[in-house]
């Protein structure tokens, strides 16, 4: 019994330790970032996106003051530590090495702060205060009708870091919370699904329902940008990192409501949707402090042993 204590109490201890990475970056990206003024890029060769960026911008941002800028113009800006910057970066990139050449796609949504981490041409995802990765990487057509979520969901997160008591211990336990904790908000939702994000074998939703029994409707890009620019406050819709590695589902204002991070696979399955479900219907508690998972601890053996 005593060296069961004694591995609570290492647990309880060390716990934090295994987030710490993540959190110090993430909390240090964010110092660098405030009191910046954050530069919007626009791209000549993306009219949807340059709109989509403008009326998202206007309905969701105000941490910081705000500059438009044409692609072309990024060299100006790049190690400038005044600005900060969202940019699309859907690229490929080729890396030699001894064993050959190595090429990397990118495609994802992302804010810097200039002058910290890679070049701005040379974009590296570790260096980004916030970000959005899309699954497909040949995928420019998302960007328009999910913008104005994305760019909500950044600021979310961004005003999530501001206002809560964050450090670098406790950064990626209170992120989940804060990404979980209004799940059950979805049952009185309509979720939107991207056809494009889902398998062949998902795209029945008869089989879709078996495993998601709340409402959803499977829709093209052209009706889900509908949703999206409508603003609706019952709508919410599902986000996709590479590989499906991560699985957001969002409000259309970009209001989050339920993250995992399943690991690597081709595509979602069956088994994510039974899990969102289960989240709508047990919402995640808070995160305990330190503190209060000791009183936990001792408190219910006390329980027990009375």
Excluded at 141 to 148: I, N
């Amino acid at each position: 019994m005593r060296y069961l204590i004694w591995l609570g109490l290492f647990w309880l201890a060390t716990t934090p330790l295994f987030a710490q990475e993540g959190g110090r970056l993430a909390f240090k990206q964010f110092a660098d970032f405030q009191g910046t003024t954050t530069l919007m890029v626009l791209y000549d060769d993306a009219p949807a996106y340059n709109q989509a960026l403008r009326a998202a911008v206007a309905a969701h941002w105000s941490l910081t003051p705000v500059q438009f800028i044409q692609e072309k113009e990024i060299a100006k800006y790049a190690n400038d530590t005044r600005y900060s910057m969202l940019v699309r970066d859907h690229s490929e990139k080729s890396h030699s090495r001894v064993t050959g050449t190595t090429v990397i796609r990118r495609n994802h949504l992302a804010l810097y702060v200039c002058g910290k981490g890679p070049d701005l041409k040379n974009y590296g995802g570790k260096a980004a205060v916030t970000q959005f990765e899309f699954a497909d990487i040949n995928d420019v057509a998302s960007y328009a009708p999910k913008l104005p979520a994305l760019i909500g969901a950044m600021h979310s997160y961004l005003t999530f870091l501001s206002e809560e008591k964050i450090t670098e211990d406790n950064h990626d336990k209170k992120l989940e919370y804060f990404r979980n904790a209004d799940a059950g908000k979805l049952s009185g939702m309509t979720l939107y699904l991207l056809n494009s994000d889902l398998p062949e074998a998902l795209r029945d939703p008869n089989q879709l329902l078996k495993q998601y029994p709340y409402d959803f409707e499977i829709v093209n890009a052209d009706l889900f940008g509908q949703a999206m620019r409508e603003n609706r406050t019952d709508a919410a819709f599902l986000h996709l990192g590479p590989q499906a590695e991560d699985v957001y589902v969002l409000t259309a204002q970009g209001k989050p409501l339920y993250h995992a991070h399943p690991g690597l696979r081709e595509n979602l399955e069956a088994r994510d949707f039974a899990h969102i479900a289960h989240q709508v219907a047990n919402p995640p508690e808070a995160p305990l402090s330190f503190m209060d998972r000791l009183r936990k601890l001792f408190g219910g053996k006390r329980q027990a042993e009375g």
